[in-house]
Structures are given as structure tokens and as C-alpha cells.
């Protein structure tokens, strides 16, 4: 993820939005994170022209209003949307979860640690993939030279 882009977060949980807020701190990651907490408001923060589209979501399966899975239902079928990567961290361990989610095309499920060091290291597998990892132009071509989504570590 080493790049200025934002990572968006989709979490209803305040304290595992904090959970995550703290491992990019201590991880040194200095993406924005945007936060929101249910489908829907992903969907209106994605579609606002004022917000550039994240390098990648992190997506909480169960919440209210709009779970995650009728989120990439909806996000996978919008042209404007579906080439942004989504990586699901949920408490979640539900075959259904897992299959309904790689079914829409997910980059990854993650199941959310309990302990604060293993959710670090989860986290950081994470920035570890997106800054490896060679990403489409958001015009649809390949660019060598641009990769959209890397991370941004500080110092």
C-alpha cells in the first residue's frame, strides 16, 4: 500500500476500527484511513466525487443495514467500483461467509485475530501483498512503472 491512496475501512465495531487505526500506527503505515460502518455508507463514501476511490477495502462481514456480502454484491456489479480490491476481516469462520465472499471475487478473508500481535501481523501481511502486488491503471490498462495501490510507511 505504499502510496498517498487511502484504505477504506468498513467496520461497525469501535473498537476493532480502533484496533486497526492503532496497527497502522504501530506498523508506521500512513495511508489515510477512511472508516465507515455498515455497506451503505461505504457505497455513498465510494460514490462521492469528493473521495478518491481507495487502494483497497478492508470489510467487516457482519453489520447492520448492509452486511459486507450485500456490499460486494453491489460493489462487484458497479462498473466504477469492482476493480477495487477487498480484503474481508471479519470474526466470521462460516463456510457460507467464506465461499459467498470468494464467489464475489474477494482478494482475501481474513480471520480477525484475538490477539493484538497476531491482528499486527495480520494487518501487516496485508500492506505486505498490496505493495507487492501489480494492480491495473485506473483506466484499465497495465502500467509497469504505476502501481495504484503500495503502502506508505513513515521513516
Request: hydrophobic share 40%; aromatic share 6%.
Amino acid at each position: 500500500m505504499r502510496s498517498a491512496k487511502s484504505v477504506l475501512l468498513v467496520e461497525d465495531d469501535a473498537i476493532d476500527a480502533m484496533t486497526v487505526q492503532r496497527a497502522f500506527k504501530d506498523l508506521k503505515l500512513t495511508n489515510p484511513l477512511a472508516h465507515v460502518t455498515n455497506g451503505e455508507e461505504a457505497l455513498d463514501y465510494l460514490r462521492n466525487p469528493e473521495n478518491e476511490h481507495p487502494c483497497v477495502i478492508l470489510l467487516d462481514l457482519n453489520m447492520p443495514r448492509m452486511n459486507g456480502v450485500e456490499f460486494m454484491r453491489v460493489a462487484k456489479a458497479d462498473p466504477d467500483l469492482k476493480r477495487i480490491p477487498i480484503v474481508v476481516l471479519t470474526t466470521s469462520t462460516e463456510d457460507s461467509d467464506v465461499i459467498d465472499s470468494y464467489k464475489l471475487s474477494v482478494a482475501g478473508y481474513i480471520v480477525k485475530p484475538v490477539d493484538y500481535r497476531k491482528f499486527v501481523e495480520a494487518i501487516r501481511t496485508i500492506d505486505l501483498y498490496w505493495t507487492i502486488s501489480e494492480l491495473p491503471s485506473p483506466g484499465g490498462y497495465h502500467e509497469r512503472d504505476s502501481v495504484e495501490c503500495e503502502a506508505h510507511t513513515a521513516g
